[in-house]
């Protein structure tokens, strides 16, 4: 069974840091993209990154919402994703979910999601 | 940035309606498009890539068509576990965007 296990999510101050972890297990981490994807509350859903695999250096993409303010990572030894965030603002508010994008054909796929951890900025 | 107009924001419906949501690309996306659902307090569920291979799992009253920049997710045969929001999601091109969301209300 897949499962994706968010933590770190908690109340931190505008421009605090904060980094949340992704523990991962049932299927091989090591061959899915990565990305981590948030939800305002009540609001809609927002891409905020991806992270390829070592075949693809992993390499990195992201919104230009959060470019140079956020750090997604993984240790494929540890079955773990990681996102850094860096000089967070109130609009950062939200539920941020792990998930893994396998190759689905010739694309990898957004697919399982974790439970969420929330994330508030505030002062 | 590619963005998705998705409609309506509201939907009201019955047990046993066919409903229909649709998914409007600012630029083509050559059918790179999933749906999602998702119930309160939960995260996404999977229901739709390509903009219609139904996923492993997925009932088939749900099933989804369009090409270009105009998509639909249909919904036969409501039931009362359908009653949710249902996103789009374009994996065409970087940055990643979703629609707006539906909410399938009774």
């Known amino acids: 069974e897949v499962q994706l296990v968010e933590s770190g999510g908690s109340l931190v101050q505008p421009g605090g840091s904060l980094r949340l972890s992704c523990a991962v297990s049932g299927f091989t981490f090591s061959d899915h993209f990565m990305d981590w994807v948030r939800q305002a509350p009540g609001k809609g859903l927002e891409w905020v990154g991806r992270i390829r695999i070592k075949r693809n250096k992993y390499s990195t993409e992201y919104p230009a919402s959060v470019k140079g303010r956020f750090t997604i990572s993984r240790d494929d030894s540890k079955d773990s994703l990681y996102l850094q965030m860096n000089n967070l603002k109130i609009e950062d508010t939200a539920v941020y979910y792990c998930?893994?994008?396998?190759?689905?054909?010739?694309?990898?796929?957004?697919?399982?999601w974790g439970q969420g951890t929330l994330v508030t900025v505030s002062s | 940035d590619i963005q998705m107009t998705q409609s309506p924001s509201t939907l009201s419906a019955s047990v046993g309606d066919r409903v229909t949501i649709t998914c409007r690309a600012s630029?083509?996306?050559?059918?790179?498009l999933s749906w999602f659902q998702q119930k309160p307090g939960k995260a996404p569920n999977l229901l739709i890539y390509a903009a219609s291979t139904l996923e492993s799992g997925v009932p088939s009253r749900f099933s989804g068509s369009g090409s270009g920049t105009e998509y639909t997710l249909t919904i036969n045969d409501l039931q009362p576990d359908d009653f949710a929001t249902y996103f789009c999601q374009q994996y065409n091109n970087y940055p990643l965007t979703f629609g707006g969301g539906t909410k399938v209300e009774i």
């Open positions: 998930v893994s994008s396998p190759l689905t054909g010739s694309h990898y796929l957004i697919r399982h």
């Open positions: 630029q083509t996306i050559t059918n790179m």
